[in-house]
């Protein structure tokens, strides 16, 4: 074992950095054995030095600015947990990729935002830039993907990645509750960000997407091009409807190379319930990667949280402290291909639930509209609720598989037909 240290510079000591810390004082002695060598933290930085953290930080130097801390000569990785894609975050990383150290974050927004920039940044200067904590917590999905999977050609990845979004989506099945009071649950036991829309609009789970498809199929990250839906419009009605189909509902990312180019979204989704996928429950997060030599491997475990997070972090830690340095995104970041985007065109079943004027002929011209645009239908019912007051007919459609395409088509017919009542829903049903 060597006796030179690893030595950490801590920037960002709430929920993930002071899990680094916290696993640093238990297990000093296992990471070390692992690592062959020490890791020691030297330095650290956040907002309020008065705060109390809960562990012991007295050991350490302070910095007030994060920037100075990551460029410290008694710094070799700088470990990256505050958060934000712009401000103190970038210039911090990239101040020190600039100054040869190595990086390790658990900020997918930055990486999903500027990730080819600083991947070309640690290449050029020979130093790592590690992020397992950014996609799916503790489930360590990087690591399966650039080494365990290398020897694959990835045809597709999946997965339900935002734990809040999975979270209330089952807490409204289980409760029968609406979106908004389990949002507001959610808000109140702090499992929320900030800024709520990064989950429930699916922004996070596409920056987690975007930065998986990067590594799947040697494409230049390209958040952007995420088709992004968050759960805000999924009822409670939907989710017992498809419940008695067989169905729950996810927020569920799906991203693979197709002939017309890369196609990326991060949408609800029927998925069987008695699929992997269906059968997850609350915060929990599970990825699915399809190699054409492995097959399908399903991950499975927590995405977020103390533990997991820094779980996720000392074994990029570690791998660092190993010598293991290796391209940011699987392949040399000059060697990644710009993303040509494609729009979502595999063909699938679809769910339709729409509210149509109880009259009659009306159904017979959903059902035509339908058939003009080349859609088949697999099953119809209408549901009668029993707090039904108006006179509304609920009709429940699923159709065999039609593209995308087909089916925005026939929804703008159905809005020409004036029997409609409401918006109509469409749910894709995903094959998993
Ligand atoms: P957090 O609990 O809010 O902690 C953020 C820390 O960064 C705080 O200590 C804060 O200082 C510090 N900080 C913020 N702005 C700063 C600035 N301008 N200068 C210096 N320090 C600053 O966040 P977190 O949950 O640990 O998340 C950190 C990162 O990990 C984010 O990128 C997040 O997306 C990612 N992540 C989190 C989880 C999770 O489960 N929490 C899971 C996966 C990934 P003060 O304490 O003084 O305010
Ligand atoms: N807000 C994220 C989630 C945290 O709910 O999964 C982990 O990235």
Redesign the pocket.
Known sequence: MSSQPLRLGL???????IGVVKILEREAALVAARSGRPVVITAV????RA?NRDADLSAFAWETD?VALATRDDVDVFVE????HE??AKAATEAALAAGKHVVT????LLAHHGQALAEAAEARGVALRFE??VA?GIPVIKALTEGLAGNRIKRVMGVMNGTCNYILTRMQAAGLPYQTVFEEARQLGYLEADPNLDVGGIDAGHKLSLLSSIAFGTRVAFDAVELEGIGNVSIDDINLADDMGYHIKLLGVAQMTGRGLEQRMTPCLVPAESPLGQLQGGTNMVVLEGDSVGQIVLRGPG??MGP?ASAVMGDVIDIARGFVRPVFGIPATQLTPAVPARAATPAPYYLRMALLDKPGALAKIATCLGEAGISIDQMRQINREDQEDDDAIVLIVTHKASPADIEHALSQFSQTGVLVDRPVAIRIEEV
């Open positions: 920037a960002g000591l709430g929920t993930v950095g930085s956040a907002r309020d705060k994060p947990v505050m958060g934000g401000g103190p658990a900020n997918k927004a904590a950014a917590g977020a949280g997070t």
